[in-house]
């Protein structure tokens, strides 16, 4: 059977509100997070990420009362990312109503982190974040940067996404820093860099911007699950238009 391709909008929170910066920074209002995820849903979204994108930097955990409210409006699956280091700590975010956990930084200071999590809570609920940024002295050319993309840790990305495969991870959502919150397309080589060196499905994720680059996300990047932010959060595209425009391209959406 042809492989469903989804799409996910993902609401990055700041003080109890979505916000969408570019490169990581430079951070606007998106609005709230309750009416963003009702009407994503509302128009077809497949799951849905949050990520409390100060959580690491600021050195806290995820807030609960945040995913308890999101995940008390959607009926999709929700993915929950920022600050998540312990077992604990997926057990908390789950609890509050998560289906998946996202993890970055944590998981590369301790894999072992990885194995224990895949195998209390099942491989298909635990999702390794990567956030990599163009380094020519990696094999790959790509290289591990964590705590919310401000610390470059000498890591190639790509062998990286295969050791996280091999402890257990589901899933892989990989972010281009060069491109996140460009709107100039997702950054096709390190994802397709990634999509062929792991068999786990492949989150494309930084930098859509126009109905093209969805399609590219999956036919040149490898993509199973297509993550925007700005496009939707601005009303630039809607995520119905993105499915109607992947289905006539021949690829497999559910539409509703």
Known sequence: METIIKIMP????????????IHFVDLKDAGDPVENASLYER????????????????????????????????????????????????????????????MN?????????????????????????IDARSNKEMPSGFELVVSGGTRPVGKDAIEWAKRCEELGAGSILPTSMDGDGTMA????????????????????????????????????GGALILLAASVFHYQILSIRQVKEYLRDRGLNVRLQ
């Open 10 to 21: 993902c609401l990055d929170m700041k003080e109890g509100r979505v916000v969408k910066g």
């Open 43 to 102: 128009e077809g979204a497949d799951e849905l990420a949050m990520l409390d994108i100060a959580a690491t930097v600021e050195n806290r955990k995820t807030r609960l009362e945040w995913v308890r409210t999101v995940s008390s409006v959607i009926d999709i699956p929700l993915t929950v990312g920022g600050g998540i280091s312990t077992l604990r700590d997926i057990e908390l975010v789950m609890g509050a109503g998560a289906d998946k956990t996202s």
């Open 105 to 129: 930084s944590a998981a590369v200071r301790d894999p072992s982190l990885v194995r224990d999590a895949a195998k209390g809570f099942g491989s298909d609920r635990i999702i390794i974040a």
């Open 185 to 220: 397309g997702y950054h096709l080589k390190f994802t397709k860099a990634i999509s062929d060196a792991v068999d786990v499905p492949v989150v494309a994720s930084g930098g859509a911007g126009k109905l093209e680059h969805f399609y590219d996300g999956v036919v040149l």
